[in-house]
């Protein structure tokens, strides 16, 4: 097979490419390399590609699984924490994640979940229509098979410096896109490894969903606040390509949140609507179901943002969430 992408960094840390799904292809997998051992950062959504991809990966660089000092992962969803159990069934190495974002999988992906029903009622409340929430269930079963078998969690806290092969990295606990995401800030460096939390080019996706952060936006921006007081010269992303400029990408993104908030406090004073449809005026209406969730689950984050600032309110038509002016 093709040789994923592998491209070194100051300090040895190496960004591998690991295969995901339109319309982000790849996620980044960090390893850093310490003098005896190794550690790696979200290895990448499970399928039978990527882990003949980690073979290849680790043959190249000479890496030996027993070497594997930890698996760390900045969040939950299935393009960063997907391999970690399978990963760590090779290596027996520990798997690192925040106490929230643990919490978050386990909603997510544990046994007996009602995660997909919940955010099937949820979408219906806010308007979508049946011929969309009825496709849903299968395509929330699809991501099922990316995060076998679960791995076994060792928690990380937040403000608490944690050795990396052998260097002292402050673990930054921010919300918004993932409940309980961390990114990692080693000083000496200037390097952060911020998985979602800030990505180049693109927004990364703010959803709110049920049973999980009631808030995610003022979550968002807070942590985006946070993450910008960090002097960083080198930002590793969990997407795109490692990038300069971490603290004006912050500023960038928390613009674009509030011209959002503007352009959908327009849309519902022209008139009330539900979310479904403040959505389909917002985003583009031609996206595939995935990419149509996280937009349906952002504008949501956005309206209850609206009520939150005291701009907006809501009120149930027909056991439909209409937002108003
Ligand atoms: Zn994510
Ligand atoms: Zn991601």
């Known amino acids: 097979m093709e040789l994923p992408e592998i491209t070194h960094f100051e300090h040895g840390i190496i960004q591998v490419k690991i295969a995901m799904s339109y319309p982000l292809r790849w996620v980044n997998s960090y390893i850093i390399v310490g003098d005896h051992t190794w550690s790696v950062i979200d290895p990448g959504p499970r399928s039978a590609e990527n882990e003949a991809a980690w073979h290849t990966v680790l043959n190249t660089l000479e890496l030996h699984v027993d070497q594997l000092e930890s698996i ?3 969040h939950h969803h299935p393009d960063h924490y997907g391999l970690a159990g ?3 069934a090779q290596s027996h190495a520990p798997v690192y994640m925040s106490a929230r974002s643990l919490a978050e999988a386990r909603l997510a992906w544990g046994e007996g979940n009602t995660a997909a029903q919940d955010l099937i009622t949820f979408y219906k409340i806010h308007g979508m229509p049946s011929e969309i929430t009825n496709e849903l269930p299968e395509h929330l079963q699809s991501f099922v098979t990316q995060v076998l078998p679960q791995p ?6 937040p403000e608490q410096p944690f050795l990396i092969a052998g260097h002292s990295w402050l673990p930054i606990q921010t919300s918004g896109h993932a409940a309980g995401h961390i990114s990692f800030y080693q000083a000496d460096w200037k390097a952060i490894i911020c998985g979602d939390a800030v990505l180049p080019q693109i927004s990364p996706n703010i959803s709110l969903i049920p049973n999980s952060d009631p808030e995610p936006l003022k979550s968002y921006v807070e942590g985006l606040r946070v993450l ?3 002097e960083v010269e080198w930002a590793y992303p969990g997407h795109r390509r490692p990038f300069n400029g971490f603290r004006e990408r912050t500023v960038k993104l928390l613009d674009h949140h509030e011209q959002r908030l503007d352009a959908m406090t327009e849309r519902i004073r022209t008139q009330p609507a539900n979310g479904y449809d403040v959505c389909m005026s917002i985003f583009n209406s031609k996206l595939t179901l995935h ?3 996280f937009a349906m689950s952002e504008t949501l984050a956005h ?7 005291g701009i907006a309110h809501k009120y149930q038509q027909d056991g439909i969430w209409i937002y108003a002016v």
Do not use: D
């Not at 076994?152 to 806290?157: D, G, L, N, Q, Y």
């Not at 309206?303 to 600032?309: F, M, P, S, T, V």
């Open 228 to 230: 910008g007081q960090y």
């Open 86 to 88: 399978w990963l760590q």
């Open 303 to 309: 309206l209850e943002e609206l009520i939150r600032r």
């Open 291 to 293: 990419q149509l969730r």
């Open 152 to 157: 076994e969690v060792s928690i990380i806290t």
């Open 72 to 74: 760390i992962l900045t």
